[in-house]
Each structure stands twice: as C-alpha cells, then as structure tokens.
C-alpha cells in the first residue's frame, strides 16, 4: 500500500525594519521546508493557513500552491520556501494544511502544526 506523506519543517523571524509597533503592526516571516516522506511522486496543489493574533483576532488565508509554486516531490525530495504574515500583536501563532495530489491520483491533506510568531525574548 502506498504511503503519503509530506514532513513540515518551520522557522520563524521578526523582521523589526518592516514593524511598526507605534502602530500595532508587527511583521513576520516564516521559512517552510516541505520533504515528501511517502513513497509515491506528490504534488502541492493549495494551502489553507489560520492565523491567530494574541487578541485571538483569526484571519484565515486559502490560495493555490505556494509563493507562486505547486512543487511536485519525489519520495525524497524537498521545497523550501518563505513567505510572511502580519500581526497586531507581538505574539501570535499559524497552523493550517497542505492539499497535495500523488501522482497515481490519490488525494491527501498534509497538516501544518502550530507554531507561534514571537517578538525575541518576550515569551517566557
């Protein structure tokens, strides 16, 4: 039987120049490396992301493949990429899921575990 797998690896960075705390806008980037685990050919077709502010302000993001990409990975194979998000508050966090189609036709969900967006040295 086929396995289906895709394993998220996350960093995420404060990006202080592009911040305006004067003004509640607090600017974020996060790094995704996307290896394909399973053993079948997949490609990255959508992505749904939840992000919530420490005000539990929820915006929810859907749109097609990523940065522009829809990378299709071999068993193997990684996409890395880094796209950005904007907060009101100093701390937040993401989650979401990937929608991937394998190569034989099969479609699957990769989920994206939380992770939080922090100003440096303000969470204890």
Known sequence: MAVYD?????RTQYLPEQSDPSRTTYVFTYSITIKNTGDVPA???SRHWV?????????????????????LLKPGEEFEYTSGTQLATPQGSMYGEYFCVAEDGHRFEVKIPEFVLSLPRTLH
């Open 6 to 10: 895709f394993q998220i690896t996350v």
């Open 51 to 71: 992000i919530t502010d420490a005000n539990n302000h929820v915006q929810e993001v859907h749109g097609l493949g990523v940065v522009g990409h829809q990378p």
């Open 43 to 45: 490609q990255l077709i």
